[in-house]
Each structure stands twice: as structure tokens, then as C-alpha cells.
């Protein structure tokens, strides 16, 4: 690294001469972009090892060339941004900060600084400070966030009418997620077209549970049409993101709000009748009558990042109408005597499957503590 001093070699290692001043100032340089730190700090490879991990404390010494876009898609080799109505292929950098730790460097939403570097190509040299999120824990490493989706203002929690892909529990997980990201929700149940009148009813059921909620609940059919003008309506002039089960149907969903967007649709596995991953990319496409939706890849599992046993039932609407009832403020709704939710639960104020569904994210994805 040019920047840095070698200074002289012995047995193979390399020896870097520090001045001895505090409070020590450095500069990084790389490419076209110049960024100053000031602080505490022993040596150069203090300075490098903070830069790589994105500090917080930071400034732009040299602003010159650098513009704001916002990301559209990534999950290829390189990111798309979106500047004004030019698009640009972006990577990050090694020194490129961010104001968002333990968390996905860049994705789908995120407004970022890039420098321009051909006619179509850029480096991001900066991600701004996310305001909602859309996030899961990250299968590879549990202490990491993965994130979704960023800066947009509505989740839609997509299911199907089917037995495979009708599940309540990951919709929950959804709904979940959205509050914990600031994030408004919406359920909606896709292929309605294919129960018969009996399993038609159990479907209605969980959408009422829904409606009952608070939560906005629509019952949709590529097929027949059904629920997309409320879908349409429901979208317009929002940034919003499809998320669920693959084989729900969210990219049918997406062709049909938009219709010259012919992006591709997969079928069902013949064994399992679960989807097929056809969308490898997330992306924020441009609706007609404005705003954006973004198609997110299918998933199999949800896990919540960071739940908080103490406060998981304040995520629960139906939950918080009648928890200030509880004999105790710190009530976990599972166990403690003149419990204002259980008793809700046994009247079916609260419908079974919520607080089952509750009492398996209480155990499975949070630390107990009580």
C-alpha cells in the first residue's frame, strides 16, 4: 500500500516506523478519494486495522467527484445504483465506511457516496446510516445481521394458499422483524385460486386472524386477478419489498404490478411442492404509478436477530391491548399467574396460533432469561 511507510526488513517481517505524537493524525489514500482520521493510535496498522472495520468517527476530507445514488439490486458481481436516471455498475472497497456495524455492507435500498470510474462504473466509498431495515440472522455467523432490505417503508409478508407454503409461524417471524426494523407490514396470501371451498376457509381464518391484528391482509390470484388492484393500490407510491417462502409467487406478483417487466417465474418441486429459487438477485424495480417493490430471493428459514425476550411481546399488537393487564410488568406471558395474554388466549381474544407461534420464538430464537 503506497500510503503506508515500510520502513527496514528483518526475518521476512516488515517493521513500520511511528512518530511519536498524540493525538495522532493520519491520511488514507486510495483511488480518487482521500479520507482524514484524528484520534489515538500507536501505529499505521492501528489505522488500517479500524478503517477496514468501518469506524464511525470519520470525515470526508475531499468531497470533489464524489455524487449520492441509491442501490437497486445486488447479488451479482457488481451493485447497481441509481443516480437521477442513470444506472451504474458499483463495487465497494476495502476502505470503503459504513454507519451501520455487524450488519450487511450494502444491499438492496441502502444510499450510498460512490465515485464515478467510467462511463457506467463506480466505487462506493460510503453507506449512509440506515433508517428501517429489513433483517435476519445470518446462518453463517449467528452474531451477524444479515440485511434484507434497507430504507424502505413497508414489508409485504407473502404467502400461498397452499399446505406447503401457508405458514403462519414465518409470517409471524415477518411481521416481527418489520416492527423490530421500524417497518410498516402487510400479509399478503397469493394462488388463492387453488383451495377448494374447505381449505378456502381455513385460509380466510388466517387472514382474518391477521385483519384482527391491525395488520392490512389481501388475498391475491395471478391467475384470476383477485386482490391485485388492491395490491396495486396498497404499493403505489411507497418503497416496499416482497419477502417469503420461494414459490409463493412474488415474482408473478411483480410482472402483474408491472407489467413490462417479464422477469422469470419457476415452478414447484414435484416432491416437496416447495419453490423452486428463480430470483438470485434482489432488486428494487420502479413501479408505474411510482414508488419502488423489491423482489428479495425465496428463503427457507427466518431466523430474528437479536430478539429480546423482555420486549418481544410489545411486537404483538394483539398482545399489547391487554398486557397492561399482567399481575406483573416484567410478565413473559408464558407462565406467570392473573396473565392478562394468556387469559386472552384462552378466551380467543388472541387466536392459538399467534401465541403458539410467539411461545416458539420466545424459546427457540431468544436467550432465556427468565
Not at 393500490?233 to 406478483?253: D, I, N, Q, W, Y
Not at 431466523?303 to 399489547?320: G, I, K, Q, V
Not at 410488568?329 to 384462552?346: L, R, W, Y
Request: glycine residues 8%; proline residues 4%; aromatic residues 6%.
Amino acid at each position: 500500500m503506497g500510503s503506508m511507510s515500510s520502513g527496514d526488513k528483518s526475518g521476512g517481517k516488515v517493521h513500520r516506523h511511528v512518530k511519536k505524537r498524540k493525538p495522532i493524525e493520519k491520511q488514507w489514500r486510495k483511488g480518487e478519494s482521500r479520507w482524514k482520521y484524528g484520534g489515538d493510535g500507536a501505529s499505521d496498522g492501528d489505522f488500517l486495522e479500524r478503517k477496514l472495520v468501518a469506524p464511525r468517527a470519520f470525515h470526508l476530507a475531499n468531497t470533489e467527484g464524489e455524487r449520492d445514488a441509491i442501490v437497486i439490486q445486488t447479488g451479482g458481481a457488481h451493485t447497481i445504483l441509481l443516480d437521477g436516471d442513470a444506472q451504474l455498475s458499483g463495487k465497494p472497497r476495502r476502505s470503503t465506511t459504513s454507519e451501520n456495524g455487524e450488519a450487511t455492507l450494502v444491499t438492496i435500498g441502502d444510499r450510498v457516496r460512490y465515485i464515478r470510474t467510467g462511463p457506467d462504473d463506480a466505487i462506493i466509498t460510503h453507506v449512509y446510516e440506515r433508517c428501517s431495515w429489513l433483517l435476519r440472522r445470518s446462518i453463517r455467523a449467528t452474531d451477524f445481521a444479515q440485511v434484507m432490505v434497507a430504507n424502505i417503508d413497508m414489508v409485504i409478508a407473502t404467502a400461498a394458499a397452499s399446505a406447503e407454503l401457508l405458514r403462519p409461524g414465518l409470517i409471524d417471524r415477518y411481521l416481527v422483524a418489520a416492527a423490530m426494523g421500524n417497518l410498516d407490514a402487510c400479509v399478503v396470501i397469493n394462488k388463492i385460486d387453488l383451495p377448494d371451498v374447505e381449505d378456502r376457509q381455513f385460509v380466510e381464518e388466517i387472514a382474518d386472524m391477521y385483519r384482527d391484528c391491525g395488520y392490512e391482509t389481501l388475498l391475491t390470484s395471478c391467475v384470476t386477478g383477485e386482490g391485485i388492484d388492491e395490491l396495486a393500490e396498497t404499493t403505489r407510491g411507497k418503497l416496499s419489498a416482497f419477502s417469503g417462502h420461494s414459490g409463493v409467487g412474488k415474482t408473478s406478483l411483480l410482472n402483474l404490478l408491472i407489467p413490462d417487466l417479464n422477469e422469470k417465474i419457476g415452478e414447484l418441486s414435484e416432491q416437496s411442492q416447495r419453490g423452486i429459487h428463480t430470483t438470485s438477485r434482489s432488486t428494487l424495480h420502479a413501479l408505474p404509478d411510482g414508488g419502488f417493490l423489491a423482489d428479495t430471493p425465496g428463503i427457507r428459514e427466518f431466523a430474528l436477530f437479536r430478539a429480546d425476550p423482555a420486549t418481544l411481546h410489545t411486537y404483538y399488537p394483539d398482545f399489547m391491548r391487554v398486557a397492561d393487564d399482567c399481575r406483573f410488568p416484567s410478565c413473559t406471558h408464558t407462565h406467570e399467574p392473573d396473565c392478562a395474554v394468556i387469559a386472552a388466549v384462552e378466551r380467543e381474544d388472541i387466536h392459538p396460533y399467534r401465541y403458539r407461534n410467539y411461545c416458539q420464538i420466545l424459546e427457540n430464537e431468544t436467550p432465556q432469561s427468565y
